[in-house]
């Protein structure tokens, strides 16, 4: 079981409605981390609309699902729940569909038994599928959470939806949440109830963790999240909060911009700098700033030449190689010195004064670099002291 599962299912457990913001984007996401939230819900209806523009139709692929849902699952840290919608398919679909939805980050995936081409469930025109088709539907999704991870359940959680409130009625709606909840479904999702007295139905005949939306101005009416869970309620996602908070203050700061007016009420540059990241990226990069290179040699058993105002090229020579240089170092000084003597002595014995001279300077050329040798020598060792 991944951590952001194990923490996901450990806060189902935890007394209190648990609260679910929807993200459509990394940057949403990251604001609801932000704020305080212990987990996120990616919206279907706000990816088609952020990302494509497009209403929320079935219009958007699987692919494009986990592609968004992998970039905003690597921008938090808490668990995400990712819509599935119908789970693009027959039952086999859906078995990828979880798993893929586990294998980009969600801790949860919801699946639900409207007929494909899908639509949001607060708008007209839904259709569902037959009571057979949506138990196979969720018995495949049942069994890639509990073949992921390790098997014993360790995929991501379960949410089964049914819209059936909306095609078939109430009744209807409660018999398939019954049997999603007897099936084994993590937490149970009857969409779209029109009152009160029925959210409440939902609760008295369906076993089990149930989950509500709160769209504002959709059909379910909106209650507190203290009357929600007086209901007994587990959960309530905030479908289009952030995304209609977003549009009307775009639309606000378009408005004062076509008027020639400063935008009010926005996040100044400051602000935006840090939700982007700038503050952790710069602290993150300070921690590369330093040069390594000397303690890295040191580690090694290496020793850098640095010398201040000349070439801080780092002498990466081991202490073995530099014995067998200076011992030939010496070597070449020794045979150098027997030459010079040689010269000394063919310069005292020769009847020439051409062969004298030449003896003479060949003696000066080898007492020359003798000297230069012992110079260096007691240099180097001067600059290794130092």
């Known amino acids: 079981m991944s951590p952001r599962v194990k923490a996901l299912r450990e806060l189902f457990d935890r007394p209190g409605l648990v609260m679910l913001p929807c993200c459509f984007d990394a940057l949403s996401a990251r604001l609801i981390e932000r704020a305080g939230f212990s987990a996120t819900f990616m919206s279907g209806f706000g990816v088609a609309a952020a990302r494509f523009g497009l209403p929320d139709t079935g ?179 905030y479908s289009l909060t952030l995304l209609s908070a977003a549009t009307g203050a775009m639309e606000r700061a378009l408005d004062q911009l076509q008027q020639g007016k400063p935008v009010a009420d926005g996040a100044d540059f400051a602000r935006m700098r840090e939700v982007a990241g700038f503050t952790a990226y710069a602290a ?40 067998v240089l200076e011992v030939g170092k010496w070597v070449v000084g020794a045979m150098v010195a027997v030459i010079g003597l040689f010269a000394l002595y063919l310069a005292s014995r020769a009847d020439e004064p051409v062969m004298h001279w030449v003896g003479i300077i060949m003696f000066i050329a080898a007492v020359l670099f003798e000297f230069l040798l012992i110079k260096q020598h007691y240099d180097t060792k001067s600059k290794a002291g130092g």
């Open 284 to 323: 993150a990069a300070a921690a590369y700033a330093e040069d390594d290179t000397d303690r890295i040699l040191e580690k090694r058993g290496l020793r850098p030449a640095v010398e201040s105002g000349t070439d801080t090229t780092p002498e990466v020579k081991s202490t073995g190689e530099k014995s």
């Open 59 to 237: 219009l958007v692929s699987y692919g494009e699902m986990v592609e968004q849902g992998r970039d905003i699952c690597a921008a938090v840290s808490i668990p995400v729940i990712g819509d599935a919608d119908t789970g693009y398919g027959n039952p086999l679909n859906v078995k990828r569909t979880v798993r893929g939805y586990a294998a980009a980050g969600f801790a949860g995936v919801m699946a639900e038994d409207q007929v494909a081409s899908k639509r949001c469930g607060h708008t007209e025109g839904k259709q569902v599928v037959d009571r057979a088709e949506a138990l196979n539907r969720l018995r495949a999704a049942l069994d890639a959470r509990d073949e992921t991870d390790g098997g014993e359940g360790g995929g991501p959680i379960i949410i089964a939806r049914t819209d059936a409130r909306a095609t078939d009625g109430l009744d209807e709606a409660i018999w398939r949440a019954q049997a999603f909840a007897d099936m084994g479904a993590d937490i149970v999702f009857v969409e779209a109830p029109q009152s009160e007295d029925e959210l409440a139905r939902v609760r008295a005949r369906v076993p089990g963790v149930l989950m509500a939306n709160m769209v504002d101005g959709g059909a379910t009416p909106v209650l507190s999240p203290r009357r929600l869970e007086a209901l007994g309620y587990k959960a309530a996602a």
